[in-house]
């Protein structure tokens, strides 16, 4: 029997080598269901074995695009894009700031994406991912780098004030042809952005509001596009506007950097399946043809939009004219 002073040996070490018990915390289910779920075997060779048909799950033919759907917000530069299931909002803003020190007289512009989980159950607010890299190297390169924006007419005062123009890419609902969609809508929220008057007086820079002076369009330069094309099959089926289960079942993705003019400012095969070369000449004659039929239908809609807008105009100048 032991004596009373004695002490039982304690099961702390023991605990620490136990199995670790499951997390069933809310916060672990979410993390799970946050993951993409993969395409399964038989969706995925139901899609190749179609396409060597030239068939698509939706019908289209291979160089045919989705539904492209266009409308504005009442602010200028807001842009709503819907590329059949993927939704796109993109908002320009502009602000006065410093010019940058080895660019004295260029203003700035920038686009910023961010893939958030109202996009996609399998993106996490707040956490970047390879495909918002990628996504925004594209953008970058085909409008940022080709000066489709001439940055000169943003310098208000040499080395002191310019405009600085941002570029907010919002992503709705996400079903494929991220980067092609994107694109549209920051050509065309930058096509339809208006931004206050500027001068300057005795070194100082005043900027008049929208109810004091008309506002200025940006001086766009030429009206590039990206357009996608999806290999499969060993490179036997490209297609254009891939769906997220066509980009899935993908073997490697060419991007073509265009505008209306024929000049391609971009062009990038990063990974996947090879291209034959004159593949990828066949598939720039092709893109050259997206993009003029893209950018008339972004001209008809914002020309429309515009007139709509200045008819709203001239209706309240005259009623307050009445008024007085």
Known sequence: MRPATAKWPKMVQKKTFDRPRRDSSPRCAIRKMSKEAPLSVAEREFILEALRENVRLDGRGADQFRSLNLSFGDEYGHV????????????????????????PFDGLFNINLELSAM?????ENGRSNELEAYVTHVLDSVIRRSNALDTESLCILKGVSCWSIRADVHILDYDGNLTDAACIAIMTGLQHFRRPDAVVRDGQVIVYGVEERVPVALNITHKPLS?????????HNIIVDATRKEEQSSEGELVIGINNGGDVCFLSKFSGAPVDAMEVVTRSNVALEKVKEINAQVERVMQADLAKRAKKGMAEESRAENDR
């Open 119 to 123: 996009g996609s159950p399998a993106w």
């Open 227 to 235: 357009i996608t094309f999806n290999a499969f099959n060993e490179g």
């Open 80 to 103: 709503k894009l819907q590329l059949g299931k993927t939704s796109i909002v993109v908002r320009i803003s502009s602000e006065v700031t410093k010019p940058r020190d080895d660019r």
